[in-house]
């Protein structure tokens, strides 16, 4: 079995990626909204304690980002592969500069009403998400995609930092100074979008679509049958569930170490799970070969886990961080490998909907792990929880990674999924395609068979010779997509 990119000798620099016009709009444009929604979420949440002076709605108003994702996020992704994702991209930015636009400027609106508009504005995220997941692998490929993803996830944790430290200020001040901020980063993000990116033509054309509901359900259906992406979620999904432990109780874990409330430790805590997220993703990517990283993602998968088992010895704060950066630095690490693995054998006509799964998957793991471990430690000492609840993860990945699919397995699937978009490519009409440009098919690098006008009908029949159109093959050996499995904290 080949690697995810086995022709690529090194990584692909950062301005290699940059040089990309397309992709430097999609990256602009994704950064911005991150920080101006961050700053918004700081912003929202003191707005409504301030409003109720109660600490259940403040929650609420924090949760209702998440909720679309829990059931219905599939079906929103959906809506990505019928349509243009530049367009889903603009028009779910244009809507979310309106929405915020109204809460700064309608403050006084009933609390209900405010939490109402903000669920709105959650449910345009996974269209969004989806859209540009499936719209970066048509700009990038191989390497300069993987060194992508790695940009994305960096640029996600430094702008989620400074935009709760902006939304905060802001909010000394007025809160809807940060609503506006966000309002202007999606107005931004929208002209971006607008002015740099291409128009595509959509992935599930007119003539392939049958409902939304059943659309979505394909796209459980083709994660979930394929041997070789069910292995990927399976790992994805259970190192998440286990990984989030540390940041999901930092509070908790704060308060039993210091005996109280603390900044300190919390704020410890909290940066020590970014940047162990941040140092996974670039050691993986730019210090660890293309041929190699396959094989970190058992390993790495594993010690996830693994690396928490000591809070059962009542750590002090050091051991914790040091825990919290282990294990987030080894579930970001398995990320590079896992992502080429997935598009290879993915049919780019699901890419918005498999992502939708992926992405919906991690966020309900996500709080339901937080929420059940939140739930023991208010029984049980919260180093106990945590250490048995990894020793629980460890048996769980060690199942998973022992199942996970034999090599021919793997190539047997990349194989066939290049020969159905080699004839889908070639059964597509003249324009009607993305331009992949000069790429090859790894099947022999033989180029598309040239197609012959068939013999018209009645009593006198002649065929006319055509000039066979110019070469073209395809090369989808190199292709990654983006999980979509660690949306920025």
Known sequence: ?????????????????????????????STLSWFGDSAARAAVIALVYMRTESPIASAAAFAISYLP????????????????????????DLARMTIMTALAVFGGLPVGALI???????????PFDSARSALLPRL?????????????????????????????????????????????????????????????????????????????????TVVFRSPV???????????????????????????????????????????????????????????????????????????????????????NIYGVVLMTLISGAALSGTLPATNGLFVQVLPPAYRARAFGVMQSGVHLIQGGSILFTGWLASHYPLPQVVGYFAIFGVIAMAVIVT??????????????????????????????????????????????????????????QRRVPVADPPERTVDLSERTTDLGALPPR
């Open 1 to 29: 079995m080949s690697d995810p990119d086995e022709s690529a000798e090194r990584p692909a620099g950062v301005r290699e990626v940059l040089r990309d016009r397309e992709y430097l709009a999609v990256f602009t444009a």
């Open 69 to 92: 994702w829990l059931g219905i996020g599939a079906v929103l992704a959906a809506i990505s592969e019928r349509h243009s994702y530049r367009k889903i991209m603009i028009l779910s």
């Open 116 to 126: 109402g508009l903000l669920f709105i504005s959650a449910l345009l995220s996974p």
């Open 140 to 220: 990038l490929r191989g390497e300069q995609y993987v060194t992508a993803l790695t940009l994305q996830r960096t640029s996600g944790q430094f702008a989620l930092i400074a935009g709760y430290a902006v939304g905060a200020a802001l909010t000394a001040v007025d809160a809807r100074y940060a609503l506006l901020l966000n309002a202007a980063s999606f107005g931004a993000s929208a002209l971006l979008l607008a002015v740099w990116v291409k128009e595509r033509v959509p992935s599930l054309t007119a003539d392939k679509r049958s409902n939304l509901v059943r659309e979505a359900a394909e796209g459980y």
């Open 229 to 315: 992406m069910r292995s990927i979620a399976l790992v994805v999904f259970c190192g998440v569930c286990f990984g989030v432990v540390p940041e999901g109780l930092a509070a908790a874990w704060t308060a039993d170490l210091a005996g109280g409330p603390n900044a300190v430790y919390l704020g410890m805590i909290m940066v020590a799970a970014a940047i162990g997220f941040v140092a996974g993703s670039v050691v993986m990517t730019w210090l660890v070969s293309p041929q190699r990283r396959i094989a970190f993602i058992r390993p790495f998968a594993l010690l996830t886990p693994l690396v928490l088992v000591p809070a059962l010895f009542d750590l």
């Open 403 to 460: 199942t996970w699919p034999a090599h021919a397995t793997i190539a047997d699937a990349i194989a066939a999924n290049k020969v159905r978009v080699a004839a889908e490519e070639h059964a597509a009409p003249p324009g009607g395609g993305e331009d992949f440009g000069e790429v090859t098919i790894d099947l022999g690098r033989a180029p598309l068979a040239a197609r012959r006008p068939r013999p018209s009908p009645g009593p006198v």
